[in-house]
């Protein structure tokens, strides 16, 4: 519970609900999260499996955000920055809890320009290789 005695708001965000690790750590903390403590809300960009999964489960907010997408695509990635700030606005947690490369730097960015009060980031994995052209790799390092 918050100091208010309500439950604590927590945001999750990642980038797709496609088959994966990650996906499957933020579906299930999303079912998980006790109600009586928590409200739970999911930001993602939609068109993926998991999508169902995430339409089926009880007392979650959605905010789907067709903008958050895997790749770099600039225009895409300032909306889907609008969209989280917007989405935070109208949720406004006590926790942003990010998962994912582009929604963990987006999602974190957004959070800390709305100034969530806590922020938090799981690494599942690591957004860059050495198969990607090294602009794009630097990008993501920095």
Avoid: C, N, Y
């Avoid at 169902?52 to 979650?60: H, I, K, N, Q, R």
């Amino acid at each position: 519970m918050s100091g208010g005695g309500r439950p604590l708001k927590v945001l999750l965000a990642v980038t797709r609900l496609e088959l994966g690790g990650a996906q499957r750590v933020v579906l299930d903390t999303a079912a998980r999260l006790d109600r009586g403590s928590f409200a739970v809300g999911l930001a993602w960009g939609p068109g993926e499996l998991l999508d169902a999964e995430a339409a089926a489960l009880p007392a979650l907010e959605r905010f789907p955000l067709p903008a958050l997408v895997r790749e770099v695509a600039p225009p895409k990635d300032l909306a889907a920055l609008a969209g989280l700030r917007r989405t935070i606005r109208s949720f406004a947690p006590d926790v942003v809890h990010t998962h994912s490369s582009k929604a963990g730097i987006l999602g974190r960015l957004a959070a800390r320009l709305e100034r969530v009060p806590a922020v938090v980031h799981t690494v599942h994995g690591f957004g860059f290789t050495p198969l990607q052209r090294t602009p794009v790799r630097w990008a993501f390092r920095a």
